[in-house]
T-cell receptor
Framework: SAVISQKPSRDICQRGTSLTIQCQVD?????MFWYRQQPGQSLTLIAT?????????ESGFVIDKFPISRPNLTFSTLTVSNMSPEDSSIYLC???????????FGEGSRLTVL | GIQVEQSPPDLILQEGANSTLRCNFS?????LQWFHQNPWGQLINLFY???GTKQNGRLSATTVATERYSLLYISSSQTTDSGVYFC???????????FGKGITLSVRP
């Protein structure tokens, strides 16, 4: 398995502000993934973050709204910019371990936007 | 993209009962995982099972890749089994997963 730590675990934010979520992994990984889970919904992939290159965003997600950094092989950040109540979600970081494609998830960051 | 359908959407069990959760997918996959999301939102890995059968205690899973479905069996259910069970599949070499909508399980004492 993998030890994946996310910060903050939860936060309450004001409309129009931005928040950066951190993801720290206990060993080096090539790809890190950011998912969003809106209330009562399933998980949706936001983007794939590779070290040393721009993140690859899925349809419906843009860099201006969800900028991602990947400064090294154990760390990534996701920023949720100019937040609105619709951004209230759990944001999860995940990594692949074991070489066979199995994904492991951090404990998630639960954001509430007022 | 690939479609993932889970059934039933909701399930209520009495403690001690057995259950079967189903996941159908619309295309060939090279990755299939079952997760349990606990009430605090954390995703717990249950099985990595793109094909075949695995067992872990009271839980077991079977994936029939040629027929594009997977089953998760829970035996002698406990209240701690409550939560949402997700099936997620991958089709490429990049480990991206597409999630089903989940099955909400409530186990009553």
């Amino acid at each position: 398995s993998a030890v994946i730590s996310q910060k903050p675990s939860r936060d309450i934010c004001q409309r129009g502000t931005s928040l950066t979520i951190q993801c720290q992994v206990d060993s080096q990984v090539t790809m890190m993934f950011w998912y969003r889970q809106q209330p009562g919904q399933s998980l949706t992939l936001i983007a794939t973050a590779n070290q040393g290159s721009e993140a690859t965003y899925e349809s419906g997600f843009v860099i201006d709204k969800f900028p991602i950094s990947r400064p090294n092989l154990t760390f990534s950040t996701l920023t949720v910019s100019n937040m609105s109540p619709e951004d209230s979600s759990i944001y999860l970081c995940s990594v692949e371990r074991g070489g066979a494609g199995e994904l492991f998830f951090g404990e998630g960051s639960r954001l509430t936007v007022l | 993209g690939i479609q993932v359908e889970q059934s039933p959407p909701d399930l209520i069990l009495q403690e001690g009962a057995n259950s079967t959760l189903r996941c159908n997918f619309s295309d060939s996959v090279n990755n299939l995982q079952w997760f349990h999301q606990n009430p605090w939102g954390q995703l717990i890995n249950l099985f990595y099972i793109p094909s075949g059968t695995k067992q872990n205690g009271r839980l077991s899973a079977t994936t029939v890749a040629t027929e594009r479905y997977s089953l998760l069996y829970i035996s002698s259910s406990q209240t701690t089994d409550s939560g949402v069970y997700f099936c997620a599949v991958g089709t490429g070499a990049n480990s991206k997963l597409t999630f089903g909508k989940g099955i909400t399980l409530s186990v009553r004492p």
